[in-house]
T-cell receptor
């Protein structure tokens, strides 16, 4: 119930292509869904976040699509660049959880030049 | 000016030893966290402090003891280190709002031999 399931575990995309990472959750009490980006040797950093009252949020080349009825959300990276190569984590939090964030298992993204 | 700093960056030690990791933040945030990231990149919260008060304490062996001497510092002391404690430990901070960004430190790679 407290899990966020993320797929794929790893992803290789050609430069200029679209990278898509999917996440799913069970607990309908989750009401805030951030995505974090982590480069090797660094700590995770917030990339983009969405609330379930909107179906899509776009920031530059990064878009979150949210399907509340299916309890699924995904990150799309348009025109993927080698600098986007990193590990991406979806996450979720709920009102009753204090400041606790539940992270997905991560997707290692490699963009081939 | 580093927003969230951790010391040391690397820690190599023998089984059975006691060690500490220190975290300091200059963002003025009142909530601080410790996360453990294992070799598969899975990121899991261990503890959270708000204004020096423990608010999240996940299922963590009691060999791990966090201490918050003031709002800007959160240290992690580990007794009787075991091989399974080898991981990267991240400190993070945020405001009290659970939907605000968590800012992660650079991590401390702990290796137990």
């Amino acid at each position: 119930q407290q899990q966020v399931k993320q797929s794929p575990q790893s992803l290789i995309v050609q430069k200029g292509g679209i990278s898509i990472i999917n996440c799913a959750y069970e607990n309908t009490a989750f009401d805030y869904f951030p995505w974090y980006q982590q480069f090797p040797g660094k700590g995770p950093a917030l990339l983009i976040a969405i609330r379930p009252d909107v179906s899509e949020k776009k920031e530059g080349r990064f878009t979150i699509s949210f399907n509340k009825s299916a309890k699924q959300f995904s990150l799309h990276i348009m025109d993927s660049q080698p600098g986007d190569s990193a590990t991406y984590f979806c996450a979720a939090t709920m009102y009753s959880s204090a400041s606790k964030i539940i992270f997905g298992s991560g997707t290692r993204l490699s963009i081939r030049p | 000016d580093t927003a969230v700093s951790q010391t040391p960056k690397y820690l190599v030690t023998q089984m059975g030893n006691d060690k500490s990791i220190k975290c300091e933040q200059n963002l003025g945030h009142d909530t601080m966290y410790w996360y453990k990231q294992d070799s598969k990149k899975f990121l899991k919260i261990m503890f959270s402090y708000n204004n020096k008060e423990l608010i999240i304490n996940e299922t963590v062996p009691n060999r791990f003891s966090p201490k918050s001497p003031d709002k800007a510092h959160l240290n992690l002391h580990i007794n009787s280190l075991e091989l399974g404690d080898s991981a990267v430990y991240f400190c993070a901070t945020s405001t009290s709002s659970r939907t605000d960004t968590q800012y992660f430190g650079p991590g401390t790679r702990l290796t137990v031999l």
